[in-house]
């Protein structure tokens, strides 16, 4: 049986800086997905470009830029809007990044994988 959710403790998950990555098995087996704190909130997504199907990260858990405004594919430099996944710059601008659902109470984050779209 899957997880159907992921809890990860909300002081591991600082403002604007390295995302937490973990393993999406439902999506395939080198699936990943990543949460990032932007602007006080949590925002997970599906680890994989809008333009290519590749992981955004250029080392492990390094998604923004260096100006923190945006998160990065590695690859080919698309810009990502942190807080909704919508390409602003790049080849797949106006797409965006499979978003996954995410709650923050009691200093706990809940990703909740059971809620991720299955036609990815």
């Given at each position: 049986?899957?997880?159907?959710?992921?809890?990860?403790?909300?002081?591991?998950?600082?403002?604007?800086?390295?995302?937490?990555?973990?393993?999406?098995?439902?999506?395939?087996?080198?699936?990943?997905?990543?949460?990032?704190?932007?602007?006080?909130?949590?925002?997970?997504?599906?680890?994989?470009?809008?333009?290519?199907?590749?992981?955004?990260?250029?080392?492990?858990?390094?998604?923004f830029?260096?100006?923190?405004?945006?998160?990065?594919?590695?690859?080919?430099?698309?810009?990502?809007?942190?807080d909704?996944?919508?390409?602003?710059?790049?080849?797949?601008?106006?797409?965006?990044?499979?978003?996954?659902?995410?709650?923050?109470?009691?200093?706990?984050?809940?990703?909740?994988?059971?809620?991720?779209?299955?036609y990815?």
């Amino acid at each position: 049986m899957q997880k159907q959710t992921i809890i990860l403790n909300s002081d591991d998950l600082a403002e604007k800086s390295r995302g937490l990555r973990f393993d999406l098995p439902q999506l395939g087996e080198m699936a990943t997905g990543f949460v990032v704190r932007y602007h006080g909130k949590a925002h997970a997504y599906v680890n994989k470009c809008a333009h290519v199907p590749i992981e955004l990260d250029w080392n492990q858990g390094e998604f923004f830029t260096v100006s923190k405004d945006y998160l990065i594919c590695a690859t080919h430099g698309a810009h990502y809007a942190p807080d909704t996944g919508y390409c602003v710059m790049g080849p797949c601008k106006g797409k965006r990044l499979q978003a996954i659902p995410v709650t923050e109470q009691n200093n706990e984050i809940t990703i909740h994988l059971d809620q991720i779209k299955k036609y990815l």
